[in-house]
């Protein structure tokens, strides 16, 4: 199976800042990967598919980046509503894998 | 509008099966793949398996092997997962997600369409 680490596991920061989230694969899995938010007591959201591709309606303050087993989720300026958990998964085999997630919450 | 509508909470004891359902709307069922997810209280999103709602085709996670049932009814556009021999840590919210996929020279595909989730509490 393909391990999904991320970092951090959590982080704090404060409206209008820039915030990186990583997540590296046990392999490499080409642009097979994309990111979720989940807000408590709600389902996972898409952000972006395919590495760097915005789903639609996702704010584009939203960016993905990578390839092979490095890979970046930024958010430009955050906002309130961004604070959340997020998830990357990859879909380059099966069993599909999930990061353990990162938990960003407001400083 | 495409939405994915989840059965209601369970409790169940161990050892028992429990059966989740998901009517799928506002798209052609049988061209999308669904899989299942689940998220123990506190933790992380865990991949149970998938199944192709065309042809009925499965896969599962190792893990689950064996416990694990995915089935569909395409005349009510609905996803079937049941899980056996229930244990406590089988607690959790369990989700059905839609896939789509985009093929450039490669074919990505993603959970874009998620059911709000169900409930399901083991407990003696």
């Known amino acids: 199976d393909i391990q999904m680490t991320q970092s951090p596991s959590s982080l704090s920061a404060s409206v209008g800042d820039r915030v990186t989230i990583t997540c590296r694969a046990s392999q490499s899995i080409s642009s097979y990967l994309n990111w979720y938010q989940q807000k408590p007591g709600k389902a996972p959201k898409l952000l972006i598919y395919?590495?760097?591709s915005l789903q639609s309606g996702v704010p584009s303050r939203f960016s993905g980046s990578g390839s092979g087993t490095d890979f970046t989720l930024t958010i430009s300026s955050l906002q309130p509503e961004d604070f959340a958990t997020y998830y990357c998964?990859?879909?380059?085999?099966?069993?599909?894998?999930f990061g353990q997630g990162t938990r960003l919450e407001i400083k | 509008q495409v939405q994915l509508v989840q059965s209601g909470a369970e409790v169940k004891k161990p050892g028992a099966s429990v059966k989740v359902s998901c009517k799928a709307s506002g798209y052609t069922f049988t061209g999308y793949y669904m899989h299942w997810v689940r998220q123990a209280p506190g933790q992380g999103l865990e991949w149970m398996g998938r199944?192709?709602?065309?042809?009925?085709?499965?896969n599962y996670a190792q893990k689950f092997q064996g416990r694990v049932t995915m089935t569909r009814d395409t005349s009510i556009s609905t996803a079937y997962m049941e899980l056996s021999r229930l244990r406590s840590d089988d607690t959790a919210v369990y989700y059905c997600?839609?896939?789509?996929?985009?093929?450039?020279?490669?074919?990505?595909?993603?959970?874009?369409?998620w059911g709000k989730g169900t409930t399901v509490t083991v407990s003696s």
């Open positions: 998964q990859q879909s380059y085999s099966t069993p599909v894998t």
């Open positions: 199944i192709n709602p065309n042809s009925g085709g499965t």
């Open positions: 395919a590495a760097s």
């Open positions: 997600a839609r896939v789509s996929a985009v093929t450039t020279l490669y074919y990505y595909y993603y959970m874009d369409v």
